[in-house]
């Protein structure tokens, strides 16, 4: 299905995005794709988690520590691991680290530093930090070669069927969920870095924040997230179709294939 197909009727409160990066040594020409509906940016909703566990390696120097909590932070997108490294090492180290590795520059946000799935994003954005992170594992960066192996390990409802989409059942995946109280969308976002050898790399990025207005369920969600319940469930209901549409249609951008570059 195309980029239009799939946002032409989206509602007016809607807001997605998605971006694709193909590049490396010994392959194809460089190839780039996005697409906006709505928003500029929006918060990361955790998609970021990989990129954070990876400049923290360089900050803690027990690397069993690092590894304590970069791992479920990654592996089972655990908020409490996350946020061991996030205030132990700050906001602003970790945001500058990555910006001094990849080029993207992030801030945090400006009510409350401290929550991490608050920073704001664009899928091009992210599309480069993770084509960062990918590349330097296959060049033999050990933090980064580690997280891209804890990705491919991400498995169940957290992948949101994003190998399916990316016809790749060893991809690596993140994704990120969350609808914050002050908010009457649903933010459901992924990324996805399908395997190519090499120090090549493929990435696609999809970023949704769809319209959850009903009281009664936005009353229910906030309950079950308050009782540290799953939620993922809803999350699917609401964007798991147009999330997998919009990271197949990147992907087709791409030339990416299940057996290579097209």
């Given at each position: 299905m195309s980029f239009n197909e799939l946002l032409r009727d989206l509602d007016v409160s809607a807001s997605v995005q998605a971006a694709g990066i193909r590049r490396g040594y010994g392959g194809p020409p460089a190839r780039q794709v996005s697409v906006r509906s709505g928003m500029a940016r929006l918060r990361c909703a955790s998609l970021l988690k990989p990129l954070y566990a990876w400049v923290s390696a360089d900050h803690v120097a027990d690397a069993e520590r690092w590894r304590r909590h970069a791992e479920p932070a990654v592996v089972i997108s655990s908020n409490a691991d996350t946020l061991s490294l996030w205030l132990a090492i700050g906001p602003g180290v970790i945001l500058d680290d990555i910006r001094r590795r990849t080029g993207v520059a992030w801030s945090p946000p400006n009510g409350d530093p401290s929550r991490f799935g608050s920073v704001e994003v664009a899928a091009d954005e992210v599309a480069t930090a993770y084509a960062v992170l990918a590349q330097a594992g296959a060049a033999g960066d050990p933090a980064a070669a580690t997280v891209m192996e804890w990705m491919r390990q991400v498995e169940g409802p957290q992948t949101f069927g994003v190998r399916e989409a990316a016809r790749s059942p060893e991809a690596a995946v993140k994704c990120g969920w969350y609808g914050a109280p002050?908010?009457?969308?649903?933010?459901?976002?992924?990324?996805?870095?399908?395997?190519?050898?090499?120090?090549?790399?493929?990435?696609?990025?999809?970023?949704?924040?769809?319209?959850?207005?009903?009281?009664?369920?936005?009353?229910?969600?906030?309950?079950?997230?308050?009782e540290g319940l799953s939620v993922e469930a809803e999350h699917e209901k609401v964007s798991g179709a147009l999330l997998r549409g919009l990271l197949a249609a990147t992907l087709a951008e791409l030339g990416h294939s299940p057996g290579g570059d097209a």
């Open positions: 002050d908010e009457t969308c649903l933010r459901t976002h992924a990324v996805t870095v399908p395997p190519r050898g090499g120090t090549r790399t493929t990435v696609a990025v999809a970023l949704t924040a769809l319209p959850y207005t009903g009281p009664r369920e936005r009353a229910v969600y906030q309950e079950q997230v308050n």
